[in-house]
T-cell receptor, first 114, second 115 residues
Framework: ETGVTQTPRHLVMGMTNKKSLKCEQH?????MYWYKQSAKKPLELMFV???????ENNSVPSRFSPECPNSSHLFLHLHTLQPEDSALYLC?????????????FGSGTQLSVL | DAKTTQPNSMESNEEEPVHLPCNHS???????IHWYRQLPSQGPEYVIH???SNVNNRMASLAIAEDRKSSTLILHRATLRDAAVYYC????????????????FGQGTILTVHP
């Protein structure tokens, strides 16, 4: 148990659907991250939030829309996805965005786009 | 971030030590060496990190070469629960830098532990 909880664990959606991934951390951290892990590819950073402000958007298509309403919650809103967006989406948090902070990851949401 | 090179896979027997190598020949003076591992069906978890000196914690030891161009993660007694993908990551901080705490993952080393 890392203190970072992601829901749902699994999600199947069609290309015309809209869905949201949720991440919640109970660690009192101020920084939160979305990563994408596609099959046979390294984890890729998508977004970074610090104190609810987005500080990095790693060239992610607009069909992925993050939201951070407070420092404990992070959402990833999905719409009109493509089959190649099927992947494991991982949320992480850290105390700050300092260079030596440990990141704590959730178990991820396995997304399948049909 | 500077690049690291790790073997694609390694195997070990249970209760034996495991030495996982990482090459980082282009490491800069401000790069810290971090190790994370990812167990099956889970997100990555922090293992250990260091700058110049060898480091020990309850999970593992990190041995850093004197020239810092390579490092080795040491699991002193492998268990079946140590089977995972191990990532060696360099994290750079320059004064005023904007790395925003991100980790840049490579392919990692798949460690298989045999009973």
């Amino acid at each position: 148990e890392t203190g970072v909880t992601q829901t749902p664990r699994h999600l199947v959606m069609g290309m015309t659907n809209k869905k949201s991934l949720k991440c919640e951390q109970h660690l009192g951290h101020n920084a939160m991250y979305w990563y994408k892990q596609s099959a046979k590819k390294p984890l890729e950073l998508m977004f970074v939030y610090s104190l609810e402000e987005r500080v990095e958007n790693n060239s992610v298509p607009s069909r992925f829309s993050p939201e951070c309403p407070n420092s404990s919650h992070l959402f990833l809103h999905l719409h009109t996805l493509q089959p190649e967006d099927s992947a494991l989406y991982l949320c992480a948090s850290s105390p700050t965005t300092g260079h030596n902070e440990k990141l704590f990851f959730g178990s991820g949401t396995q997304l399948s786009v049909l | 971030d500077a690049k690291t090179t790790q073997p694609n896979s390694m195997e070990s027997n249970e209760e034996e030590p495991v030495h996982l190598p990482c090459n980082h020949s282009t490491i800069s003076g401000t790069d810290y060496i971090h190790w994370y591992r990812q167990l099956p069906s889970q997100g990555p978890e922090y293992v250990i990190h260091g700058l110049t000196s060898n480091v020990n914690n309850r999970m593992a030891s990190l041995a850093i070469a004197e020239d810092r161009k390579s490092s080795t993660l040491i699991l002193h007694r492998a268990t079946l629960r140590d089977a995972a993908v191990y990532y060696c990551i360099l994290r750079d901080y320059q004064a005023g830098g904007t790395s925003y705490g991100k980790l840049t993952f490579g392919q990692g080393t798949i460690l298989t532990v045999h009973p």
